[in-house]
């Protein structure tokens, strides 16, 4: 019978806003006699929800807010949720990187976790070095490290830079490296946060593989990522934060459908438009809008319609390219396509511009869509802005449409192309 490893109740953690010092000694002193005596800290304040989309009235903000779950032994856990939702925070709750402000935790077994890249690394340091010294954070034995290490270097790809100081080292290499040791600790839980963004593809599916072999062997593991093509694949277990609090846990298939559901009546508006105009002294932006073929603002499409994207931004210098991207994500966070302005579109000159991107028609399956918009200027390269899921639109079908197939208006895929097919024999 599996036995709870991972156990929280009323978890909570408040933060102060702006410049914060510590306090006195004496506060500290009440602070652990309070906690001791189970009490609640005397300097606590009210706080608001972690909402990011509209201002606040109070300097503290509940990061995370009544937090209860607990894990299996086994169980692979997939905590899902927007930027700011709280993920991070919890992951550093559980590992013991920082400490709740209310509520309590209670863990069974070693844990190993992998936070940001490079964790636990200095760059001075040759990766042998770092493979010794990580492990040795991480609470392995030196017995234990050379036991494995040729395992951990064979797995992380990096055997033939193993010696080279990893302030050389791409942000790939870092993670795999880091991954490596994380993976082979001989531990009961591994947490792991959002780090595989910057891997390639063969090694997602390695790491992917390498969590899915340690949970059959009775391991736990904590994965938070916004691919949720991953979480489902891996994890049979979910908790999707919103602003600080949970929303829904329990089967994941059923917690990425509330996500995806979510998401999709929080994003559906036709228009983006800058409060505080993000972006740097090069550029700024001022509105993203999405427009049908007549240039009105529009957020439904059927396949057979023209989708646009209007970048309005200003260019604050002279003789400075600030060239626009437009990407298109499905509503699983899966990149499908993005594009770039020929080169004569890209504007030069100082004051305010606008340009379109224009998708091509009978391309996209239905389902709805998120947009994402950046920019950058050319020598040197700089990034400006990067609007992640800034808008949203959805792709329907055309009910008018002549159905001449077996085959309903939805199927399978992304796309939906319409492809040319020819009879060779009879």
């Known amino acids: 019978?599996?036995?709870?490893?991972?156990?929280v109740n009323n978890l909570g953690?408040?933060?102060?806003?702006?410049?914060?010092?510590?306090?006195?000694?004496?506060?500290?002193?009440?602070?652990?006699?309070h906690k001791i005596q189970g009490k609640e800290d005397p300097f606590l304040r009210i706080g608001e929800e972690n909402d990011r989309s509209k201002k606040g009235n109070s300097d503290y903000v509940w990061a995370l807010k009544d937090i209860n779950f607990s894990i299996q032994q086994g169980e692979v856990l997939g905590i899902i949720g927007k930027n700011g939702a709280g993920k991070s925070t919890l992951l550093k709750i559980l590992s013991r990187?920082?400490?709740?402000?209310?509520?309590?935790?209670?863990?069974?077994?070693?844990?190993?976790?992998?936070?940001?890249?490079?964790?636990?690394f200095h760059p001075d340091l040759t990766g042998r070095e770092n493979v010794?010294?990580?492990g040795a954070i991480l609470g392995m034995t030196k017995t234990e490290i050379k036991k494995n290490f040729d395992a951990i270097i064979d797995f992380s790809g990096v055997e033939r830079y193993i010696d080279t100081p990893?302030?050389?080292?791409?942000?790939?290499?870092?993670?795999?490296l880091a991954f490596a040791v994380a993976a082979y600790l001989e531990s009961e839980i591994l947490i792991v946060d959002e780090v595989l963004a910057v891997g390639d593809a063969e090694f997602k599916k390695k790491c992917l593989g390498k969590m899915s072999e340690v949970s059959k062997v009775g391991k736990t593991v904590l994965f938070v990522s916004h691919e949720i093509n991953a979480i489902k694949e891996l994890c049979n277990?979910?908790?999707?934060?919103?602003?600080?609090?949970?929303a829904v846990a329990g089967?994941?298939?059923?917690?990425?459908?509330?996500?995806?559901?979510?998401?999709?009546?929080?994003?559906a508006k036709r228009e983006w438009m800058a409060q505080e105009r993000p972006g740097n002294d090069f550029a700024k932006i001022d509105f993203v809008k999405i427009v049908n073929i007549q240039r009105q603002e529009n957020c439904?499409?059927?396949?057979?319609?023209?989708?646009?994207?209007?970048?309005?931004?200003?260019?604050?210098?002279?003789n400075l390219r600030v060239n626009i991207c437009v990407a298109v994500y499905s509503n699983t966070g899966q990149l499908i396509f993005m594009s770039f302005p020929e080169k004569e579109l890209v504007k030069t000159t100082a004051g305010s511009h606008s340009i379109i991107c224009w998708f091509p028609k009978e391309l996209l399956n239905i389902d709805w869509y998120t947009i994402r918009v950046n920019a950058h200027t050319f020598y040197p390269t700089n990034l400006i802005f990067d609007l992640i899921d800034v808008l949203q639109f959805e792709i329907i079908s055309n009910e008018n449409k002549i159905i001449l197939t077996d085959y309903e208006d939805k199927i399978s895929g992304v796309l939906k192309i319409d492809c040319k097919w020819e009879l060779t024999s009879n």
């Open 237 to 246: 277990k979910g908790i999707l934060l919103e602003n600080g609090k949970l």
């Open 13 to 33: 953690k408040q933060y102060r806003l702006g410049q914060v010092g510590k306090t006195t000694i004496v506060d500290d002193f009440k602070r652990w006699t």
């Open 300 to 318: 439904v499409f059927t396949f057979e319609e023209t989708v646009g994207i209007e970048v309005g931004y200003e260019i604050l210098q002279n």
């Open 251 to 267: 089967n994941i298939k059923h917690v990425i459908d509330r996500y995806v559901e979510t998401a999709k009546q929080k994003l």
């Open 97 to 120: 990187t920082t400490s709740p402000t209310v509520g309590e935790y209670k863990i069974k077994g070693r844990v190993a976790s992998l936070l940001e890249v490079g964790t636990g």
């Open 166 to 176: 990893v302030k050389r080292y791409s942000s790939g290499m870092y993670v795999r």
């Open 1 to 7: 019978m599996s036995q709870v490893v991972i156990e």
């Open 132 to 134: 010794f010294l990580n």
